[in-house]
């Protein structure tokens, strides 16, 4: 039913109130602008038009914030404007009705975009979209997303609103933590997922390209060879004494000998060793099928690893037919025994690369062998190699203390002055009295590394006596293993030389 025509007001409008009756107040000042007030009282600002010849009825929303009397009149007024240009609002409503929410092309992109993608790409794009994407803009229409909405997902998940925890199983436990690289890798997500949009058409551009992001943290730490060589003497002990899994120390020492990730290492089949040649045919790796040229060193340390039959695997796990899954544990307790807590496995893998750099293999040879897709991903290591910069550099201040009238020289051995540090982390020459060094990893080939029990007997002392000169830091040196107190027989020896010599003896850990 129509009532009469009067000029709407927020004083007329909180006026009316329902009678039962589904009527319409429509307003004098602009024709089709109405108020609709439904039986049970609801208050709706609609604009009614003729388009094409038929007659249409466009919602522009309820009384209250935002919508007054004057902001819905206004509204009403700009849609008149456009049905004079030739445009449709309520078609319009429709058709933005049909266009995908976020969420909706989400799943679309992990259904026909990343098809042909490695299972563990998968797996990273989807856990960015259920845990941060979607929670958050999922429900917002994709060709609606702008920039500033992209950089806002990125605050909101480094703030850490998307934080949860999740039940993944009967006893498994997701836990959802946010951060600033959990941020940075959504948006990178979203990116592709937008990419995608543009090429099937949803939308026009992608509004995450060029978005702000917060500054990565790069993680770039390099074994020295006498914290290589620590590493080796700790892995040799353990292997001696048999506290750590001998496949997860044949799997650290392939790790820092051949420069692999540690997935490769770990899922490595003895069919893909090809001895003749002495390489690795990895038929997949993160970049692809590769070939992995391996020194003498690791060919020693695969042909020491014994095979367990019906298991494919180089490294067999507890289970048949499964491989060694976690190095991690084990790596905590070697580092610590090593003093390298700060190491993480994947700085084996730089390590190696270091290594290649500071010895003259150029950044292609390096890259080669690391199964790098980019050049880019080299360049970390270029400050390691004697870059042309370098000289450059020498030259220039050569030229520049010469007119300052400054003569630099090298220090004498007896100056209190430091040598130059970069020759001495790389060129440090082992000590001529020093016992030679195992190829694989630097372990100690005459050390035997004997615990606290087998030591006191080649002493002649009791455990207890062992102990007791630990505490009072007078016994001979030892070095911790997990929860292994473990001696060399060379510093027994030593020890043993030094008492009977009158010297005073020292306890101190390896």
């Not at 039986?39 to 038009?49: D, E, F, H, I, S």
């Not at 799997?251 to 990730?261: E, F, H, K, Q, S």
């Not at 180089?314 to 544990?329: F, N, S």
Request: aromatic share 6%; charged share 25%.
């Amino acid at each position: 039913m129509t009532e009469a025509r009067v000029r709407l007001t927020k004083r007329l409008v909180d006026k009316l109130g329902p009678d039962g009756r589904d009527r319409v107040v429509w307003d004098l000042d602009v024709h089709g602008f109405g108020l609709r007030i439904s039986p049970g009282g609801a208050l709706t600002y609609v604009l009614q038009y003729r388009f094409e010849g038929r007659q249409r009825r466009f919602k522009i929303g309820s009384h209250g914030s935002p919508w007054t009397p004057e902001a819905a009149r206004q509204e009403a007024q700009v849609l008149l404007g456009k049905i004079i240009a030739g445009a449709d609002p309520q078609q319009e409503k429709i058709e933005e009705r049909k266009q995908l929410a976020v969420a909706e092309l989400c799943d679309l992109y992990l259904a026909e975009a990343l098809f042909a993608a490695k299972p563990t790409s998968i797996k990273a794009a989807t856990n960015n979209i259920e845990n941060h994407i979607k929670p958050l803009i999922g429900m917002r229409r994709a060709s609606k997303i702008l920039r500033s909405d992209v950089e806002q997902m990125l605050r909101d998940i480094a703030a850490g609103k998307t934080a949860a925890k999740r039940k993944t199983g009967h006893r498994g436990l997701s836990r959802v933590r946010g951060g600033k690289g959990a941020a940075n890798q959504a948006v990178t997500t979203l990116s592709a997922v937008l990419g995608f949009g543009v090429e099937r058409g949803i939308r026009l551009a992608n509004p995450a390209i060029g978005a702000r992001k917060f500054p990565a943290r790069k993680l770039e730490r390099f074994l020295s060879p006498a914290e290589l060589a620590r590493l080796g003497e700790t892995l040799s002990a353990a292997a001696s004494l048999g506290v750590e899994s001998p496949y997860a120390i044949a799997a650290l020492r392939l790790l820092v000998l051949t420069g692999c990730r540690k997935s490769e290492i770990l899922t490595l089949k003895r069919v893909h060793i090809d001895t003749f040649h002495r390489c690795l045919r990895l038929p997949d790796s993160k970049t692809g099928a590769k070939v992995v040229h391996l020194g003498a060193p690791a060919i020693r340390v695969i042909a020491t690893i014994p095979e367990v039959v019906g298991n494919p695997y180089l490294l067999p796990g507890k289970k048949e037919g499964t491989h060694v899954t976690d190095l991690q544990a084990c790596w905590v307790r070697i580092r610590k025994a090593a003093g390298l807590e700060d190491v993480r496995i994947h700085d084996l893998r730089h390590s190696f690369a270091s290594i290649g750099a500071s010895t003259g293999d150029s950044m292609l040879i390096i890259g080669a062998l690391l199964g790098h897709r980019s050049a880019k991903t080299t360049e970390r290591y270029t400050h390691l190699s004697d870059h042309p910069l370098k000289s450059a550099a020498e030259r220039i201040s050569d030229a520049i203390a010469r007119h300052l009238g400054e003569t630099l020289a090298l220090p004498a051995a007896n100056d209190t002055m430091e040598a130059d540090p970069f020759e001495t982390f790389w060129a440090a020459e082992p000590e001529a009295e020093a016992p030679p060094s195992d190829p694989v990893l630097g372990a100690i080939i005459r050390t035997e590394w004997l615990d606290t029990r087998a030591a006191a007997t080649r002493l002649g002392f009791t455990v207890g006596t062992m102990q007791t000169y630990r505490w009072m830091g007078t016994g001979p040196a030892f070095r911790k293993v997990g929860r292994r107190v473990v001696y060399s027989t060379q510093a027994l020896n030593a020890w043993q030389a030094a008492q009977s010599g009158g010297q005073e003896p020292s306890s101190k850990a390896a």
